[in-house]
């Protein structure tokens, strides 16, 4: 995907169809310059401006700002200095001790989504969406926020799987269940995302029986086959530095087959949704209910022996001793800190862990030098202050393309964003022609993107690398990003940015920019890059209010569409 290839599409739009770039009062060659598509290197026909990289040159404040984002969704110009001053470490420590603030639970309740008769509420999950945003727009405890995200696209729930009443609620308790778990122990997290109505639900545990010799019917194996793909342990045995074991042929070694399959979804049969009634009277009946763990009716439990993954679970064992075996096991297995280590490390950090850093991680996972297991904030730590994450000079390789929801995330913290009416009415964003993504609302169990995806005929393939990101990145995505983004930079939607800091600097375009430059992109733009967004900007009269704020809505855009920016290092 080129810059080339963006302004194409931006030149498709109709009369009738306002260009966002016309709005903000640039044009296709604008962004094209700001992207460093102009030509083979990059270059344009007029030099640019000699930027201000007084900033991007202090080592200590790029260093802070690129943790920052790593660690968060960036950070504000207050925000990088006082981390290059106290150190990351402690910043980390202080996340790690923040408070949570009102659950999502909470907040629907207080806007009116119990109210049973309004049929939205009962059976829409409008609710939901406003809160998602609310929460990771408002919240103070950013890493537990950050951590819970990147959770949630390896323990997926989605919307789309959940077609059931007062939904809101059971979705609003799994993202509680993330959250609070995140910094806690993956035992934990592994038991309280199985036992969650929403999982429940999406993965087929909720309501699965023993065998049926009258009906022939077998117990589901949806949980048991994708708790071991996908949440533990993976298709292939590893290394402890996430490479793959090879038998004598060269062939990966399978972690599991059919019959572990079939003897772990015994296991998880005889749950579904607990009984109780909320005694606040604030919720009925059903939404209380999706905030319990669901609770075990033993007669429908398996009776059989259950054997997988080398261990056996003997005949007439009760269904939560046998839970706890089955976990126990797969939080035990050799694979599961590599497993888990290295997709952790990819959200956060780069696409393609050395083995040595994925190995550093696991071996954090296995123990955290107290001799405990699973200890996630010990996992946290290790990814984030590792020296390969924190490396100055960082081969080609490293590195990640941002995830769309996560630049928006970004932008709103950066620039103080604030729903105009309390309600964080954004709406769903993962239409092709918004961002592409949103929280908790992927396409199917396996996220928006895969860990392992390469981009067919690229660099990336020939090189036997991955970037799984770029699953999303198609011709629509870029437009629809770049549109979504205009409307939102120049607060045309439900949420404000404050950009009174950006607006002391506009006079004069390289200041600006390169406030940008370090705010946003950690730094990241080049010379040129920078160049280019100074010219473009500095032919937007700021004599007036409106043209100083016309400036930056412009310097913010093409910073944010730019690949100098995009490319998270």
């Known amino acids: 995907m080129t810059a080339a290839t963006i302004v194409e599409l931006e030149s ?59 660690a968060s969704w960036g950070g504000t110009s207050s925000e990088i200095r006082g981390l290059a001053a106290t150190g990351q470490q402690g910043w980390l420590n202080a996340q790690f001790n923040a408070p949570q603030g009102q659950t999502l639970t909470r907040w629907l309740i207080e806007k009116g989504f119990s109210d049973a008769s309004i049929s939205n509420n009962v059976n829409g999950d409008g609710g939901w969406v406003q809160a998602i945003w609310w929460k990771l727009f408002s919240a103070t405890d950013l890493f537990r926020q950050r951590a819970a995200l990147a959770l949630s696209e390896l323990f997926v729930v989605s919307q789309l799987g959940l077609p059931f009443s007062w939904r809101n609620f059971a979705i609003a308790n799994y993202w509680e269940i993330l959250e609070t778990n995140a910094l806690g122990n993956f035992r934990t997290l592994l038991e309280n995302v199985t036992l969650s109505s929403a999982m429940g639900t999406y993965l087929n545990m909720k309501g699965n029986q023993k065998y049926d010799a009258k009906t022939g019917r077998s117990p589901d194996e949806n949980y048991a086959r994708e708790v071991m793909q996908l949440f533990t342990i993976g298709l292939y045995q590893l290394n402890i530095d996430g490479t793959l074991q090879m038998d004598s042929q060269g062939k990966p070694i399978e972690s599991y087959d059919n019959v572990d399959t079939q003897g772990l979804a015994r296991v998880f049969t005889g749950w579904n949704t607990a009984t109780g009634t909320d005694a606040t009277g604030e919720l009925a009946n059903a939404a209380y209910r999706h905030g319990l763990p669901m609770m075990l009716t033993a007669s429908l439990h398996s009776p059989e022996e259950k054997k997988f993954l080398g261990v056996t679970i003997p005949a007439g064992t009760p269904g939560v001793e046998s839970l706890k075996i089955a976990l126990d096991t797969l939080f035990q297995h050799n694979n599961t800190a590599p497993f888990i280590s290295k997709q952790l490390i990819q959200r ?123 699953q999303i990145l198609t011709e629509p995505t870029v437009v629809g990003y770049i549109n979504y983004m205009a409307g939102t930079v120049n607060n045309a939607r439900n949420i404000k940015a404050d950009y ?23 730094g990241a733009l080049t010379t040129n890059t920078q160049g280019l967004i100074v010219n473009a900007i500095t032919s937007i009269s700021a004599a007036t209010e409106t043209g100083l704020l016309n400036r930056i809505y412009a310097a913010v855009l093409m910073v944010m569409s730019s690949t100098d920016y995009l490319i998270q290092r």
């Open 500 to 522: 009174s800091t950006e607006k002391a600097l506009a006079t004069d375009p390289a200041a600006l920019v390169a406030h940008l430059n370090l705010c946003l992109a950690s």
């Open 12 to 70: 498709q739009h109709t009369a009738s169809e306002a260009s966002p770039l016309a709005v903000l009062g640039l044009s296709g060659t604008a962004l094209l310059t700001a992207c460093g598509g102009g030509g083979s290197d990059g270059t344009s026909a007029t030099p640019p401006t000699t930027p201000d990289n007084s900033l991007a040159n202090n080592l200590a404040l790029t260093d802070a700002a690129r943790f920052l984002r790593q």
């Open 348 to 470: 956060l950090v780069t696409s393609n862990p050395s083995p040595a850093y994925v190995a550093r991680v696991a071996n954090i996972f296995v123990n955290n030098g107290k001799g405990v297991r699973g200890d996630m904030k010990a996992v946290w730590s290790a990814i984030l202050m590792d020296t390969e994450a924190r490396q100055v000079n960082a081969p080609a390789s490293f590195g990640k393309l941002s995830e769309p929801m996560v630049r928006l995330l970004q932008w709103g913290h950066t620039f103080h964003a604030t729903s105009t009416d309390g309600a964080w009415t954004l709406g769903y964003t993962d239409a092709d022609t918004s961002l592409g993504q949103m929280p908790m609302r992927s396409p199917s169990v396996f996220n928006y993107f895969r860990p392992g995806y390469v981009p067919p005929n690229t660099q990336v393939a020939s090189q036997n690398l991955v970037a799984p990101e770029f």
